[in-house]
T-cell receptor, first 112, second 112 residues
Framework: GEDVEQSLFLSVREGDSSVINCTYTDSSSTYLYWYKQEPGAGLQLLTYIFSNMDMKQDQRLTVLLNKKDKHLSLRIADTQTGDSAIYFCAESFTGGGNKLTFGTGTQLKVEL | EAGVTQFPSHSVIEKGQTVTLRCDPISGHDNLYWYRRVMGKEIKFLLHFVKESKQDESGMPNNRFLAERTGGTYSTLKVQPAELEDSGVYFC??????????FGQGTRLTVV
């Protein structure tokens, strides 16, 4: 079955690194995604990683994928107050029509 | 280019009433998805259109929900009659043949 889990809250200080974790149970996923939702806004795709990759870096964002442990993480370097939002991990499957299975979301709070 | 737009942004209705949510996808996107987030839980897939055809409606909770996409352009999601447990945020997303789905800002539905 499909199940994606995340911790609900994370609080960091401005300038520190944030690491948001996600675990999933279905090993047949093709792509894994990180979406960001700011208050009152829709879901914004931050980054994604193909399931045969271990790592992807995009400016301040680093995605790590451990397929053996079915663990995905998002590291935000030099976290800013504008990074405060809910972060959702999601997975999709080959042949699934890009249907996404989301986690519960992690509320990131950045404190001064 | 206009993004995915959803109407209304917020709706409050009484139990037993009918509500219709609308989604205008990005022009030219054949794929249209509906998702729902209930009470701070995970975002769950409802259904997927390819043009005007329902590709996958496995996430539709029950027959009180009816989705249409006449002409393959905008889509409506009608809830009739609404129940308390239908409260949540309904998201629409669209995509072309790519791995990235673009989300609207969501419709917050409150059933009282």
């Amino acid at each position: 079955g499909e199940d994606v889990e995340q911790s609900l809250f994370l609080s960091v200080r401005e300038g520190d690194s944030s690491v948001i974790n996600c675990t999933y149970t279905d090993s047949s996923s093709t792509y894994l995604y990180w979406y960001k939702q700011e208050p009152g806004a829709g879901l914004q795709l931050l980054t994604y990683i193909f399931s045969n990759m271990d790592m992807k870096q995009d400016q301040r964002l680093t995605v790590l994928l451990n397929k053996k442990d079915k663990h995905l993480s998002l590291r935000i370097a030099d976290t800013q107050t504008g990074d405060s939002a809910i972060y959702f991990c999601a997975e999709s499957f080959t042949g699934g029509g890009n249907k996404l299975t989301f986690g519960t979301g992690t509320q990131l709070k950045v404190e001064l | 280019e206009a993004g995915v737009t959803q109407f209304p942004s917020h709706s409050v209705i009484e139990k037993g009433q009918t509500v219709t949510l609308r989604c205008d996808p990005i022009s030219g996107h054949d794929n249209l998805y509906w998702y729902r987030r209930v009470m701070g839980k995970e975002i769950k897939f409802l259904l997927h259109f390819v043009k005007e055809s329902k590709q996958d409606e496995s996430g539709m909770p029950n027959n009180r929900f009816l989705a249409e996409r006449t002409g393959g352009t905008y889509s409506t999601l009608k809830v009739q009659p609404a129940e308390l447990e239908d409260s949540g945020v309904y998201f629409c997303a669209s995509s072309q043949v790519s791995i990235e789905a673009f989300f609207g800002q969501g419709t917050r539905l409150t059933v009282v």
